[in-house]
């Protein structure tokens, strides 16, 4: 039998917060990202990554207040920019 602090200890190496799914789990498969992981793909910096997105140039979707970076749009925007150079 598993003490709380063991179920704890488990869900938190998961990932989860609660809802059984990992947090990043199949980071690759979903269509959106956050910007901070968008900025982690980038190697740029979380401040600077939402500066971009305040300036309108990393494409993202509002839903309330969570702000998401369609995985596709962010992809073709690297490829159009990487065309034009």
Same mark, same amino acid.
């Given at each position: =039998?598993?003490?709380?602090?063991?179920?704890?200890?488990?869900?938190?190496?998961?990932?989860?917060?609660?809802?059984?799914?990992?947090?990043?789990?199949?980071?690759?498969?979903?269509?959106?990202?956050?910007?901070?992981? /968008?900025? /982690? =793909?980038?190697?740029?910096?979380?401040?600077?990554?939402?500066?971009?997105?305040?300036?309108?140039?990393?494409?993202?979707?509002?839903?309330?207040?969570?702000?998401?970076?369609?995985?596709?749009?962010?992809?073709? =925007?690297? /490829?159009?920019?990487?065309?034009?150079?």
């Amino acid at each position: =039998m598993h003490s709380n602090s063991e179920k704890d200890d488990e869900s938190k190496a998961k990932g989860g917060g609660g809802s059984g799914l990992p947090r990043h789990a199949d980071l690759d498969k979903r269509l959106c990202i956050t910007v901070t992981e /968008a900025a /982690a =793909m980038l190697g740029l910096s979380r401040n600077f990554a939402y500066d971009l997105v305040k300036q309108k140039q990393l494409p993202v979707i509002k839903f309330g207040k969570r702000l998401l970076i369609p995985r596709v749009a962010l992809e073709k =925007m690297l /490829a159009k920019d990487t065309e034009n150079q």
